[in-house]
Every structure is written in C-alpha cells, then in structure tokens.
C-alpha cells in the first residue's frame, strides 16, 4: 500500500485547509486510515482517524475544528481543518492502519499556519 497525501500549505490563522490522501494497492489488510502530525520540538500526534466501519477518533484538543472523512470506494481520507491556530503547523502525515496492527505511513504534507 502506498499513501499519497497533498493539500497542505501556507495559511493564516483562522483559515481552513482540506488534506487528501489516497491510498493504493491491495488495501485488504486495512482496517482504518488516518493522519498524524508532527510539530517542530514535539513528538508525533495523532490527529484523527476513521476505520472502515466509520468509527472516528480524535485527538480531544482537535475536536470540534477538525474533520476526517474517508471514501472507502477511493480508497482515499480527508482532513478538514477549520479555524487553524499556530500551534497547528506541522508536517501532517497520513496512515493506513492494518488488521494485524502494522502502520504504513504516507510522505508527509506541510502545514503552516501563520500568525
């Protein structure tokens, strides 16, 4: 399976950006799909994932300003972030988990939000 995200860039604060990532191959062993962030200084975050089943989970502090949503027919996730702060630049990574519990991991889209 290969992740392939984009959507990221320059935005300020209070602003909205949607990150896509599409997954292809043999998604069979995937159970859920999801992103992750990574701040300068900090370690790796999730930011909300979506299983198959449509379950979601959120990172608490996220809630309310972002939205994953997931076509499992495009084998592909979103992210949609509203009222973006500062302290929500960071590479954002996208992640397909499987059944077993591996991670495969996209190439990371930058997100920079300005003050």
């Known amino acids: 399976v290969q992740l392939q995200a984009s959507g990221g860039g320059l935005v300020q604060a209070g602003g909205s950006l949607r990150l896509s990532c599409a997954a292809s191959?043999?998604?069979?062993?995937?159970?859920?799909m999801g992103w992750y962030r990574h701040a300068p200084g900090k370690q790796r975050e999730l930011v909300a994932s979506?299983?198959?089943?449509?379950?979601?989970n959120y990172a608490d502090s996220l809630k309310g300003r972002f939205t994953i949503s997931k076509d499992n027919a495009k084998n592909s996730v979103y992210l949609q972030m509203n009222s973006l702060r500062p302290e929500d630049t960071a590479i954002y990574y996208c992640n397909a988990h499987s059944y077993w519990g591996a991670d495969l991991w996209g190439q990371g889209t930058l997100v920079t939000v300005s003050s």
């Open positions: 979506e299983t198959n089943g449509g379950r979601t």
């Open positions: 191959g043999n998604m069979d062993s995937i159970d859920a």
